[in-house]
């Protein structure tokens, strides 16, 4: 591919070092809250930015956000640093990792805060705030009876030098309040456009800093992604509202801010809203599920666009080059992504395939199945060689869609002799099937489906009925694969034998 300056032909290879030049190499962050489990929708953010930085050979950076303390759920940090990694996401920068930006932990970074906002106290910016929770119970109890928006109504803002230092003299706790404006300019949101919104109309003065001496989410935010050098801000779009009060913190301290891109809501395929309740959304219970990690992260990439999925033609699995490639933030649609489990399904029989093309990965496969089946059929007695087992994941593979499926009732008689099957059953008929299948010296699927049809002809019983029977005496099942397909699988021995076991 070439682009076309002046009139001339530049080869790809100029106009990205012309990019490369004319544009900050990306720095981009991912800031949860350890408050949890990870989820899809954070799993997402970390991956778009992951995959951004990934891209233009930027940083890619996790900030663990936690000044609300309160929230806090212990543990959750190692959950999540174990679950990125697992999805493949790799941070440059972060807690535990290292960075000249540190440190990562919202917590550890107090002075830095306090620092901070004296500027903003000497600049006029922000003010003491010294309303009680009473007070502000009150103001939100009026609201809500006189059907106004509860909000703070701004009082502190007007207190004199004498009051401030009265009441802090008298040991008054306070807080520090930002003055909000009405002095916003729309900004460029990278996925929605232009986003105008008038934050003061809505909002009392928003609290920055707390009495106990903790930076709010608002602010800290602002001041670390400043003072991490952060390009471009790509979080979700719960988080948009909060982006013109941003602004306006950055405009205070006379900051150039970065800039922002909000992702669409991730929803069911119906159009309704995912829970963090729901169970299956956390990434924890994917893995649990024996989803792959490859393929969840496909999956997430195929409900929201911004790489080159063409609708209608099929799933392709994507490698993380690959797609980090092809992301590009103005192909993600600022409509909700809906999620469609089908999807799901497909990628993750697409990464098993692949897995088995590859040396290394299909032993990993064969070894992660052969534990599965001694962990579910401790008494299992039938072969799972290395070799059988890579014998039936090629043939499972378009029939299943995770590895565990092939633990379950309709596969286990892969592993197990079935347990005694009711039917009443033709032992003279049985007797001389065994005879005529000793006799076969190709044990494959076309030429013994022929056999028996051949078999079930000479001997006067209908083919079906005869399948009905065998497929019980092979598996227990009344439905499953095709039973030449099951007597293949097992192979010659192990399926004679059943028979026999039957007749005997
Ligand atoms: N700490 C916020 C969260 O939990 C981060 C929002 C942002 O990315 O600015 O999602």
């Given amino acids: 591919m070439n682009s076309v300056l002046n009139n001339r032909v530049l080869p790809v290879s100029i106009v990205n070092l012309c990019r490369t030049f004319k544009t900050k190499v990306p720095r981009v962050r991912f800031a949860p809250s350890p408050t949890g ?63 000249k930006y540190g440190p990562y932990v919202q917590s550890e970074r107090l002075p ?49 030098e ?19 404006s009405s002095d916003c300019s729309a900004f460029e949101d990278l996925i929605f456009g232009g986003i105008a919104y008038d934050v003061s ?54 900051w150039t801010p970065p800039q922002f891109g909000h992702l669409p809501l991730i929803v069911n395929a119906d159009g309704t809203k995912l829970s963090k309740r729901q169970s299956d959304v956390k990434v924890e219970d994917y893995r649990n599920n024996g989803i792959f990690p490859l393929a969840l ?11 080159d999925h063409v609708p209608g033609a099929g799933v392709r699995l994507k490698s993380m080059d690959e797609l980090a490639e092809e992301f590009q933030i103005d192909r993600i649609s600022s409509h909700p992504s809906r999620l469609n489990p089908d999807l799901l399904q497909e990628c993750n029989r697409l990464e098993i395939r692949r897995q088995l093309q590859d040396d290394q990965l299909s032993q990993t496969l064969v070894a992660k199945l052969q534990d599965l089946i001694k962990h579910t059929y401790p008494s299992q007695t039938l072969d799972i060689e290395k070799e059988h087992i890579k014998t039936v994941l090629n043939w499972a593979v378009a029939r299943i869609s995770k590895i565990e499926d092939l633990v379950s009732s309709k596969f286990g008689f892969l592993w197990i002799l079935p347990s005694n099957n009711q039917m009443d059953i033709d032992k003279d008929l049985l007797h001389r099937l065994v005879e ?69």
């Fill in 436 to 504: 005529y299948l000793e006799t076969q010296e190709v044990f494959e699927e076309p030429i013994l489906k022929d056999k028996l049809r051949e078999f079930s002809k000479n001997n006067n019983i209908k083919f079906p009925e005869l399948m009905k029977i065998l497929r019980s005496v092979l598996s227990g099942l009344s439905e499953g694969p095709g039973v030449a397909e099951m007597m293949h699988l097992l192979g010659k021995s192990q399926s004679l034998e059943r028979i026999k076991a039957v007749v005997r």
């Fill in 112 to 160: 830095i805060y306090q620092e901070h906002i004296s500027k903003l106290l000497e600049n006029g910016s922000a003010y003491k705030c010294f309303c009680t929770e009473r007070r502000l119970n009150l103001l939100r109890r009026d609201a809500v009876r006189s059907q106004r928006i509860p909000k703070y109504d701004n009082r502190c803002r007007s207190l004199s």
């Fill in 201 to 254: 109309l809505n909002e009392g003065d928003p609290v920055l800093m707390k009495s106990d001496g903790y930076p709010t989410y608002h602010f800290a935010n602002v001041v670390d992604d400043h003072l991490m050098d952060v390009t471009h801000v790509l979080r979700g779009v719960e988080w948009q509202i909060s982006t013109t009060k941003h602004l306006l913190i950055y405009k205070a301290f006379g």
């Fill in 37 to 99: 489990y990870l989820h899809l929708g954070g799993l997402r953010t970390a991956l778009y930015n992951y995959l951004f930085a990934k891209s233009r050979n930027g940083s890619f950076i996790l900030r663990i956000e936690d000044t609300d303390q309160t929230r806090k759920v212990e543990g959750s940090v190692k959950a999540l640093l174990k679950d990125l990694k697992w999805a493949g996401i790799e941070c440059h920068e972060g807690p535990g990792i290292g960075g």
């Fill in 297 to 307: 992260v496909n999956y997430i990439t195929l409900s929201g666009g911004g790489f």
């Fill in 162 to 180: 004498e009051d401030i230092s009265e009441k802090i003299g008298a040991g008054s706790p306070y807080c520090i309040r930002f003055k909000l």
